[in-house]
């Protein structure tokens, strides 16, 4: 099953508007991901908008869990140094129908960047299931941004 996606390569102005647009995640994980669901899609959908980590996640030392993306993004904000670089945390942001919603890419990539104020860096329709089952065989050791990168411009 193919699914509608969007997808953003890692930047401080990626982080900052995921600040400033929807505030902090409503979770995190100890895997480093991070996680938005919000009805802004098209027709207001529900989106996930997913923050993931690099292959081989480690939390920065001295941070909790909870605690990392809003750290990273007050001290970019402010200009102070994040405690650690954004590379190192994560990879990129993925946004797709949150419970299987069924939406076009073309709707949904116009409503995420409407709602995010950035455009993605692609967009379309992947196998979400196929890089999921990748990522657990390697337990996180490939990544997943670039895996949908791999496969939205193939």
């Given at each position: ?80 140094v994040p405690p650690a670089d954004l590379g190192l945390l994560w ?35 992947v196998d979400h299931e196929a890089i999921a089952d990748e990522w ?19």
């Amino acid at each position: 099953m193919l699914t509608p996606t969007c997808v953003w390569r890692i930047s401080d102005d990626l982080i900052v508007a995921l600040e400033q647009r929807f505030g902090e995640p409503t979770d995190a994980y100890v895997n480093g991901s991070q996680v938005w669901i919000i009805d802004n899609g098209p027709a207001d959908v529900a989106i996930e908008w997913r923050l993931h980590p690099v292959a081989g996640y480690q939390r920065p030392s001295g941070v909790e869990t909870d605690d990392v993306f809003p750290a990273a993004a007050l001290a970019l904000q402010s200009g102070d140094v994040p405690p650690a670089d954004l590379g190192l945390l994560w990879d990129g942001l993925e946004a797709f129908a949150a419970f299987g919603d069924e939406v076009e890419p073309a709707p949904l990539a116009a409503a995420v960047t409407t709602a995010l104020g950035l455009a993605p860096d692609a967009s379309g329709l992947v196998d979400h299931e196929a890089i999921a089952d990748e990522w657990e065989r390697s337990r996180g050791g490939v990544s997943i941004i670039d895996r949908l990168l791999a496969a939205l411009t193939a």
